[in-house]
């Protein structure tokens, strides 16, 4: 059974629906039983079960479900108690792609190897969409000196609410600032550094600029290399807003402005627009000292439906015990084979 921690969500809905398409049980957990009866219905669910509560971490040590998929976001709080719910035995993933929650993640490793757990942070297209492009160039290779990775997701919005998970993502990259490797060592840099514009293998282009995103651990677990810079295409890379952006980061350090922001943001009625490219595209290009240089892509679809394929895909071959116990991004824990079988597709120019 994989419990569908939020699946009412945009996410949740999704992963749910897809771990069906895999052969799974799915298990839809929410705060309220009628929404969670009415997600099940629209996904022609309606025989699975349902399980309404607010400790959702509770439950899961209760019951003891095989598989916990935890898309209710807010990550840095929420990821640690619900996975260490999971121990003795079950596997936990989340769709984390920061650095305060995907290293707290991480640092449960030997609680997970001794209780005989697999946890898995970063179940998403901008870690796993890059990460495997990463592992695979550096296969059979000595460790690199440099790796810089791209994550340009290409996503289409529903409409309807932000909502306030997605909005603790922002507001929380926000106020991170940006980082990169140097030397070994994760260091501060500018948010939104490093911008550049990439020529896609499809003839399209996509804009790119650093970011405190999971991506950036994910390469640098991958690669072992002591130089590493990430970039996103959901960063601003206009001048004018890229200078404001430390500004508006020391504001949001504020508590109380923090809490208002997160709120309006959340509220923000957002208009159905289609993605904006055919492809979402995980790039990377890793440098050794001999002077040999590789790159590589991940070509995938819709960024969101990536994400949800990639996480029920991760929770489906957890649930069939091919995990290994420990805390892993997705392709550590499971090869990056597990991305093309999420429906992305790798290869080198
Ligand atoms: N890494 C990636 O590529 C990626 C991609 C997409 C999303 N994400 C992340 O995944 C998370 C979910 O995104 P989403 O777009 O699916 O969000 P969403 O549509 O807002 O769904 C979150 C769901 O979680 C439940 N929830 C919210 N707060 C809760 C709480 N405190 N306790 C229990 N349940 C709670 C809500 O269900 P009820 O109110 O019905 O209980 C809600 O339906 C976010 O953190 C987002 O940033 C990551």
């Not at 990259?173 to 500018?190: D, F, K």
């Not at 405190?212 to 206009?238: C, I, K, R």
Request: glycine share 12%.
């Amino acid at each position: 059974m994989i419990w569908i921690l939020g699946a009412t969500g945009r996410t949740g809905r999704e992963i749910a629906a897809q771990v069906a398409a895999r052969g799974g049980t799915p298990v839809l957990v929410g705060r309220n039983a009628e929404r969670l009866h009415k997600t099940a219905a629209e996904l022609g669910l309606a025989d699975v079960e349902v399980i309404e509560t607010d400790q959702p971490a509770a439950e899961i040590a209760r019951r003891r479900p095989a598989v916990v998929v935890n898309t209710i976001g807010g990550y840095a709080e929420t990821a640690v108690p619900i996975a260490r719910a999971c121990l003795l035995g079950g596997h936990y993933v989340d769709l984390a792609n920061d650095l305060v929650a995907m290293p707290r993640l991480l640092t449960l490793h030997d609680e997970a190897v001794a209780g005989g757990s697999t946890f898995v942070t970063g179940a998403g297209f901008g870690v796993l969409g890059t990460e495997a492009v990463v592992a695979a160039l550096c296969a059979d290779r000595p460790t690199p000196t440099h790796v810089r990775v791209d994550s340009m997701a290409s996503v289409a919005i529903d409409g309807g609410q932000l909502g306030e998970a997605l909005a603790q993502s922002i507001v929380s990259g926000l106020t991170t600032g940006g980082r990169r490797y140097e030397n070994g060592r994760m260091v501060p840099t500018r948010l939104a550094a490093d911008p550049r514009e990439h020529a896609l293998p499809d003839g399209q282009t996509a804009k790119s600029a650093g970011g405190p995103t999971g991506e950036l651990l994910a390469a640098h677990l991958a690669s072992g290399a002591p130089d590493v810079v990430a970039t996103s295409g959901l960063m601003p890379t206009a001048p004018v807003v890229r200078a404001l952006l430390p500004l508006a980061g020391a504001l949001l350090k504020i508590p109380v402005l923090r809490r208002f922001a997160v709120r309006r943001m959340a509220a923000i009625e957002l208009k159905p627009t289609p993605r904006p490219r055919e492809h979402s595209w995980g790039h990377a290009v890793v440098t050794w000292a001999d002077g040999t240089v590789r790159e590589g892509w991940l070509r995938a679809g819709e960024a969101m439906e990536f994400t949800s394929s990639a996480a029920a895909e991760v929770a489906v071959r957890l649930d069939r015990g091919e995990g290994r116990p420990g805390a892993y991004t997705p392709a550590r824990a499971l090869g990056p084979e597990v991305a093309e079988a999420a429906g992305g597709t790798t290869y080198q120019p």
